[in-house]
């Protein structure tokens, strides 16, 4: 029995990575989300548009370092019907993420927001194309 209880748990925790645990109060209750790019196909949100850039100025432990910051990034704009704004930040090069796509979502109210701690503004992380809430 506690083999099996183990298992499942386990099994949960893999195969949920959008869970209710979101502190951002737009992205709770997100059901069928695992990967990053499904998002913009949820009826909360609408895809403003897309287009290549750096990384955002501040996350550079997340793109890389010094020379080594990558360089191929996507950012993805999804407007919330709340009318929040959240940029998804996407590694989109091999040499970035040895072909793992890796990144950030931020909410650009808090990004923008003078007072708020700029690490304050992720609201969810990106790894091998997994989307994690934070």
Do not use: W
Request: aromatic letters at 12%; a negative charge; charged letters at 25%.
């Amino acid at each position: 029995m506690k083999n099996l209880i183990l298992t499942i748990l386990t099994f949960t925790s893999i195969t949920s990575f959008a869970s209710d645990d979101c502190k951002d109060k737009n992205l709770k209750n997100i059901k069928g989300v695992d990967y990053y790019n499904q998002l913009q196909y949820l009826n909360r949100f609408e895809k403003v548009f897309e287009v290549d850039t750096t990384a955002p100025a501040g996350f550079d432990d997340m793109f890389g370092e010094g020379n080594d910051i990558c360089r191929d990034v996507t950012a993805t704009y999804l407007k919330h019907t709340s009318g929040t704004i959240y940029v998804m930040y996407t590694t989109n090069d091999d040499y970035c993420d040895g072909g793992n796509t890796s990144g950030i979502m931020i909410n650009m109210d808090k990004y923008m927001d003078e007072e708020s701690k700029l690490n304050d503004s992720v609201v969810g992380e990106i790894s091998d194309s997994d989307f994690i809430c934070n």
